[in-house]
């Protein structure tokens, strides 16, 4: 069973990984995008850790809840949003328990993923963080880790599609062969839950 510090530990393993991968991150959106994206997050997730270790939450739904909350309200980019909701509506599916099973993780992903998608617009093959949400959390059945590994694969994957989402989307043609900033960081999130799980 998975704990309430299980979810702080997620949330600070993917804190440092966003403090460690900034400057990547930024430079992945420069050239299909306004070079933000490391710095958007890194302001979102100072705040998460900020505002966790300032209330610390006592169940795993307010873990997300609060580090959703508080992504949406700190992050001015469209990532902010689409990652507030992923985590609000993984929080919610989660209820008002202490402590919940990995089959209760990964469903509760899986609706956090879908409300992204819906909020987003986007599919499968649209080069955005769905790229790498999508395959990770299908794979999450297996382990924490294949699902790390396969999102990894699913934001590599991202380098050949045209973007029809975001920003990068108003480049056409010249946005193939770069790879999405928002899946490189989406694998790193779901690379934070496997280092979470140990
Ligand atoms: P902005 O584009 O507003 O500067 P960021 O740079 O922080 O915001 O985030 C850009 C990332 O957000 C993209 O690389 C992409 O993965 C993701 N993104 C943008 N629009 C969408 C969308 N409609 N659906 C899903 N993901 C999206
Ligand atoms: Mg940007
Ligand atoms: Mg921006």
Redesign the pocket.
């Known amino acids: 069973m998975r704990d309430t510090d299980f979810f702080r530990r997620w949330m600070a393993a993917a804190a440092a990984a966003v403090e460690r991968e900034a400057n990547r991150l930024t430079e992945l959106?420069s050239p299909i995008?306004?070079?933000?994206?490391g710095s958007?997050l890194l302001r979102g997730f100072t705040a998460v850790r900020a505002a966790l270790e300032a209330e610390p939450p006592a169940t795993p739904a307010a873990v997300l809840g609060l580090a959703g909350r508080t992504l949406i309200s700190t992050v001015g980019?469209?990532?902010g949003p689409l990652y507030g909701t992923l985590l609000r509506r993984t929080g919610k599916e989660l209820g008002d328990a202490a402590e919940v099973s990995d089959e209760d993780v990964r469903k509760a992903l899986d609706a956090g993923v879908t409300a992204v998608a819906a909020l987003g617009g986007a599919a499968a093959g649209d080069k955005t963080m769905l790229d790498a949400l999508l395959p990770g959390v299908a794979a999450l059945g297996t382990s924490y880790r294949a699902a790390a590994e396969a999102a990894e694969a699913g934001a590599a994957a991202t380098v050949p599609m045209l973007a029809r989402k975001g920003?990068a989307s108003y480049l056409g043609e010249r946005s193939i062969g770069h790879q999405d900033?928002g899946a490189t960081s989406s694998a790193l999130l779901l690379a934070a839950l496997a280092e979470a799980a140990g």
Request: net charge negative; no cysteine; glycine share 16%.
């Open positions: 959106d995008g306004d070079a933000d994206h958007n980019g469209a990532s920003r900033p």
